[in-house]
């Protein structure tokens, strides 16, 4: 008796063994988003003009991005070590770029709310305004892409304070 609970017991111990083992990777990217970024070092951003959340400011006849969400992605870049690439797009097309894997992430306003929300991945609310689905902001990425929305979801959980402050400068100005 005691030999056959042995043998249960060591075979538990066994899958157990193996199931953690194949976690290793969790969670994971079917895509390789977050290692395509870190290797190439370039975070392909669309971006859906929605002030205050997204705009452009031209300088010295340079069109640059500038709101909340550019800044708290520039700030992500950042961390990672990576520049941006940014690409001013109509909510469709970035979309349809972002399902093509075309874009890593997009920004421009959307909210949990968002018609997308079967097409996309997108990341728990950073930032609240009111009351409602139509007042938590969230950022978007190819749906699936896990180890990368796991990594920018971190990224803006420990960066509250920074959001509510780029938040609030945008407002009052």
């Given at each position: 008796m005691k030999r056959a609970l042995f043998g249960i017991s060591g075979v538990s111990a066994l899958v157990c063994a193996l199931l953690i083992g194949a976690c290793t990777?969790?969670?994971h990217d079917p895509l390789n988003t977050l290692v395509t970024v870190e290797q190439t070092h370039t975070?392909?951003?669309?971006?859906?003009?929605?002030?205050?959340?997204?705009?452009s400011n031209v300088h010295a006849e340079k069109t640059e991005p500038a709101g909340l969400e550019p800044a708290?992605?520039?700030?992500?870049?950042?961390?990672?070590g990576v520049t941006v690439k940014w690409e001013?797009?109509?909510?469709?097309?970035?979309?349809?770029?972002?399902?093509?894997?075309?874009?890593?992430l997009v920004a421009g306003g959307l909210t949990k709310h968002s018609p997308r929300i079967k097409e996309l991945g997108f990341t728990r609310p950073y930032l609240k305004t009111g009351v409602g689905d139509r007042h938590q902001?969230?950022?978007?990425?190819?749906?699936?892409?896990?180890?990368?929305?796991?990594?920018?979801?971190?990224?803006?959980?420990?960066?509250?304070?920074?959001?509510?402050?780029?938040y609030d400068n945008e407002v009052e100005s």
């Open positions: 990777n969790y969670p975070l392909r951003v669309g971006l859906i003009a929605e002030p205050p959340w997204v705009y708290i992605v520039s700030e992500f870049a950042h961390a990672l001013f797009l109509s909510e469709a097309q970035a979309t349809e770029k972002l399902k093509n894997h075309a874009l890593d902001h969230v950022l978007a990425v190819t749906q699936g892409e896990n180890r990368f929305l796991v990594t920018l979801e971190k990224f803006l959980k420990t960066h509250e304070l920074f959001i509510r402050n780029q």
